[in-house]
């Protein structure tokens, strides 16, 4: 079965660069979450979109933000990055169709992004 | 506000020994859901289970079964005859409606032979 699939697995960047983050959804799954975890800590919300458009937001720095294309792929696009932002960034999709329900979110294998 | 405690950060056992893993949550919502996620030393977040805020039903599958009473506002996790597999990280995780999970904190849970 077809899961989400994130890209790059691994990414190193200097301290001010920029990166990007791309996800790819399971097919037919509306909603894309994006997480932020640190070194031994649980997995933090940063955004999440549903039908393309920002559903709910996080604790989301202002030098990140994100968007969802028309082919429901998603990228988190980070700058200016500090040390602090070395984690595994998580993105998750799910089919929330138009019931109120929450079904549960796939997540991807995850990126880990070291700033050096 | 929403919270999730898991209040062991760190069990060890043996292999063969069950094993219950704990979670208290908080909401004010009467609609609500509640998982489990593992995290194996690969990194990767595994769903597990879901619930919702009018299921109080106990389910089993396999060596893992999960209580919840929401009279304690609780969701645990035993995993019977535990083995090496089993050591993880596992998260307990809870979501109102059409709002993203929430997390606690984790349990490490090491699985010696």
């Known amino acids: 079965a077809a899961g989400v699939i994130q890209s790059p697995r691994h990414l190193i960047k200097e301290k001010r660069e920029t990166a990007t983050l791309k996800c790819y959804p399971i097919?037919?799954?509306?909603?894309v979450y994006w997480y932020q975890q640190g070194p031994g800590q649980d997995p933090q919300f940063l955004i999440s979109?549903?039908?393309?458009?920002?559903?709910d937001k996080g604790s989301i720095p202002d030098r990140f933000s994100a968007q969802q294309f028309s082919d429901y792929h998603s990228e988190l696009n980070m700058s200016s990055l500090e040390l602090g932002d070395s984690a595994l960034y998580f993105c998750?999709?799910?089919?929330?169709?138009?019931?109120?329900?929450?079904?549960?979110?796939?997540f991807g294998q995850g990126t880990r992004l070291t700033v050096v | 506000a929403q919270k999730v405690t898991q209040a062991q950060t760190e069990i060890s056992v043996v292999e063969k020994e069950d094993v219950t893993l704990d979670c208290v949550y908080e909401?004010?919502?009467?609609?609500?859901?509640l998982f489990w996620y593992k995290q194996p030393p690969s990194g990767e977040l595994v769903f597990l289970i879901r619930?919702?805020?009018?299921?109080?039903q106990n389910e089993i599958s396999g060596r893992y079964s999960w209580n919840f009473q929401k009279s304690t506002s609780s969701f645990n996790f035993t995993i019977t005859a535990s083995q090496v597999v089993d050591s993880a990280v596992y998260f307990c995780a809870l979501s109102e409606v059409r709002t993203a999970l929430i997390f606690g904190k984790g349990t490490t849970l090491s699985v010696s032979s």
């Open positions: 998750a999709s799910s089919r929330q169709g138009r019931s109120s329900a929450n079904t549960e979110a796939f």
């Open positions: 097919p037919r799954h509306d909603t």
């Open positions: 619930r919702n805020s009018f299921d109080e």
């Open positions: 979109f549903y039908e393309k458009m920002q559903s």
């Open positions: 909401t004010r919502d009467t609609t609500y859901y």
